[in-house]
């Protein structure tokens, strides 16, 4: 059984910082796709982020281009979401999903039905 455990959120101020972590583990020599999702109250789960197994393709949502950045540890089944120039507006539950890595479409990437696995939840709220 896969599991995926997300860390590193809080509570920051609007204009700081968090980076958030993701570690997959479960499958010895596996890797995984990777996706940063959120919710927040009385809405839908939306899609933030995602990097594939290698790295190279990695993918944003337009709301958070140019603040957000991910990136992956390989070694460590580990992707971190670097968050900076925080809004109110990102405050939510933010869920890390993991996909066993095979062939996909770069739009798959930012699919919530295409992720196997997911994590409890970290919360991030950005307020003053």
């Known amino acids: 059984q896969v599991q995926v455990v997300e860390s590193g959120g809080g509570l920051v101020q609007p204009g700081g910082s968090l980076r958030l972590l993701c570690a997959a583990s479960?499958?010895?020599?596996?890797?995984?796709?990777m996706g940063w999702f959120r919710q927040a109250p009385g809405k839908e789960r939306e899609f933030v982020s995602a990097?594939?197994?290698?790295?190279?393709?990695?993918l944003y949502a337009d709301s958070v281009k140019g603040r957000f950045t991910i990136s992956r540890d390989n070694a460590k089944n580990t992707v971190y979401l670097q968050m900076n120039s925080l809004k109110p507006e990102d405050t939510a539950v933010y869920y890390c999903?993991?996909?066993?890595?095979?062939?996909?479409?770069?739009?798959?990437?930012?699919?919530?039905?295409?992720?196997?696995?997911w994590g409890q939840g970290t919360q991030v709220t950005v307020s003053s």
């Open positions: 999903a993991a996909k066993p890595s095979t062939q996909y479409s770069t739009a798959s990437l930012g699919r919530t039905n295409f992720y196997d696995y």
């Open positions: 479960g499958r010895t020599g596996s890797s995984y796709h």
């Open positions: 990097i594939s197994w290698s790295g190279g393709t990695i």
